[in-house]
């Protein structure tokens, strides 16, 4: 059901949104890919059948009691490290209270006052705009809840099903501060979070399977003003784009509120991806008191300076940076660097590539073009290509110093995708490789410029680019083996 | 054999002379059990199979000249807090009546490791809240001295079957003093361990950072016996302790010549003249024995109750959240809707006092109020801990009583809970504290109804209150 607020107003008109400055700041959840649960043994996975990894204590078992996983405390870290936050030495857990069929003992396992990480960054780029840091104000940890299934059985017209797979499943919960001032850097907010997560290798950050999870706290106020207006939370943001969709949409709506007098109420709203809107929640579901307390089942979670540091040395290179490495080290174009740190996997990838075959702009013009079109053909990720970063960086390697021909490169990579093969032996077997031999060139030019007397008299005549044509007859006589800059140099020599 | 007064070094003699097998004994105690409770209502089940099948393990390790454990073939009942796989656990509620748990609580698998007989489970007071055993909702309790009384709570089903002899030791459980107030009841020794010592996995919540699992038993040795088999490191329980069990009945065996006992002068005001004149008469004893006694003071004492029931509703409101409607517990017939199924399951499952101490613990936890209660009171709890601690730096022991009034009617204080709050006031300081505080018989009043005395020492030594304990019940002759 709609609050009166919103059925009244119409939706803001450009111009009078341009009088208005949007503050948007994000609250994301993020699953962090461990083996095991936060607080059991039970496998951290889904797709299994319901309530099968399950235990007493993710079933909220009367006398069950949390176990907080190691690894999730790294995975947790290295997310905090990831977004530039400082860990704080000493945190606690507390419970958040609140009942929910999906939430088996009545309360999440969170942080509160004392969260894991604080006071870190992002830095965003909008095109056209200037780079910009938007703050991270704390992480923190805590369990999932399950799922509630509310179709699918045959008595579902009735009765709601609990799966509580998931239940335990360990998150992180990422805040930023209010310092987003349009849906675009909202976007690009949440797309540098995510890689940053994903280069740190904790989670998947697959939004469709639900391991990354968007709020977005939104409110408006006319340009200058300093205090913030009203805010409204908007769940239900399961897609990059819907997150944009329900930004822009939200900022008209507020707008459109304000513009036609109205006063805007602070709320809780649903994204609806089919109407494009979002709609309030009513407002007995969000009266909300959560009875925060510290959770008198698990110890203060204490971070040696040694624990951290050694979580430190083993962070991996964030994206940011490894971007500024490509250009100022490869020699990239930006826009070449952008796409190769567009995952760790790619990024990895093209370094290993890179490095093997000891010219890196060649190399990534084989991983962007040639490399990337081949799997796309296969609908197969980096991870899975059946080409390995070596064995491109051999390919890349033979090219570079002209013993394969780039024509011919092309199909020895399709055949290396195809079989996995090494591109010598591809070479090797079918005979491919680039004839560079003068000597021998040199006596097929002779042949090629005998044949065809017309032509060598054009080149001798001052028409130059006549040369094109014998050097596509070398190439034809010699199944395109032969090396296109040593037979120009025969032609040019051969014709005077 | 009489098993209603064995005990348990008695019993590991008898099986080592082959007086009697394991079986042998545990279907004495399973018919004992069956005859005499229906004098006291302590077991709510009783566990044939499964007790049977304990004793024959040990009989057979026993003929295979195997150790079958310290406590090989020793019945014992089970507080019906602490879940047991496979046997109803229904702490007392209605909503658990048919809960049957799928794991066994720490402490449960280690008695049976020992050799342990788990004979069955114990009636108490509904998720162990209460001081009479009257809230349980499978009927009170009746105390083996004085059948019109109660066996005092929560953990009277407990002390009622250890008094009575139809277990020679049980587990009980103790949030502000749920197993020190029923031994003192009913005359049975019990045991409140250093919070942390033994492990809460498989102990129903009441109030985490109070709740703690011990011993009841007829004499101090059965009670040292069973705390060393089941205290220790439980890596389910994180807020276990990883100091070492030390030896308790070893330590039973020291001189208590030069102990130093304090006795808080806060402790002796407003008890009945009978308990006084019995605690009095205790405390001769230990200068008898050779022990130095002073006058102590733990001047936060005041604030003890007030502390108490803001901390312990505050978490109970949390921890029975879970009895919903949707797993384990029994859903309202009635419900409807999501709301429905909420409020009328809880509505009719829970009892007057939980529903008391829910909505108590709610509001000191609502926004606007966390402050004014939940967090002044855990100032309050480091308070009266330091107490202690600056007590303990003059002092070796505490002593003091252990209620300020013997059993009572049953229904008598049933409609005013602030009157039996108050037979909790000298138990849980040390609850609060978190140290090690035990219950020992200390005589009787004139109308034949058991006096216990109360001993406190500092974190993890426990083997300083064995040592005392053990003296002052030889000196005193308190034995069953
Ligand atoms: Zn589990």
New interface residues.
Partial sequence: MESMADVAAPLATANQIAKYEAVIGLEVHVQLGTKTKIFCACPNQFGDAPNTNVCPVCLGMPGALPVLNRQAVEYAIQAALALNCEVRRKSVFARKNYFYPDLPKGYQISQYDQPLAEHGWVEVEVEGQPPKRIGITRIHMEDDAGKNIHEGFKDSDRYSYVDLNRTGSPLVEIVSEPEMRSSDEAFAYLSELKLALQFAGVSSCDMEKGHLRCDANVSVRPRGQAEFGTKVEIKNLNSFRFLKQAIDFEISRQVGVAESGGKIVQETRLYDPVLGETLGMRSKEEAHDYRYFPEPDLVPLLISDEWLARVKSAMPEMPALRRKRFAADYGLRPYDAAVLTGSRALADFYDEAAKTSGDPRLTANWTIGDLQGLLKGAGKEIEDSPVSAARLGELVAMVANGELTGKLAKDVLAKMFETGESAVSIVEREGLKAISDTGVLEKIAAQVVEANPKQAEQYRSGKTSVIQFFVGQVMKATRGQANPAAATEALKKLLG | METGKLTIAQIQAGLRSKQFSAVELAESALAFAEAENPKTNAYLLLAADRALASARRVDAKLSAGEDPGPLAGVPTGIKDV??TKGLR?T?GSKL?EK?V???D?TAVARIENAGGVLLGKLNCDEFAMGSSNENSAFGPVRNPAAPDRVPGGSSGGSAAAVAQGTAVVALGSDTGGSIRQPASFCGVVGVTPTYGRVS??????F???LDHIGPLARNVDDAATLLGVIAGRD?????SAFAPVQDYRAAMHLPVRGMKIGLPKEYFEGLTSDTRLQIEKGVRLLRQEGCEVLEVSLPHTPYAIACYYIICT??A??N???Y?G???TIRSSRAQT?QDM?RMTRGEGFGAECKRRIMLG?YV???GY?DAY?LKAQKVRALIARDFERAFETVDALVTPVSPFPAFKLGEKLDDPIQMYLSDIYTITGSLAGIPCMSVPCGATSEGLPVGMQILTRHFDEPGMFRLAAHFERAGGFTL
């Fill in positions: 602490i879940v656990t702490c658990l809960f748990p799928p794991y609580a809460r996995y498989g102990l129903v919540a109030a985490s950072s890596p389910m329980d994180s807020t505050a978490e409101s949390s029975l959240a879970r919903d949707v797993k384990y999501l909420y709610t936890l609502s926004a966390y939940y």
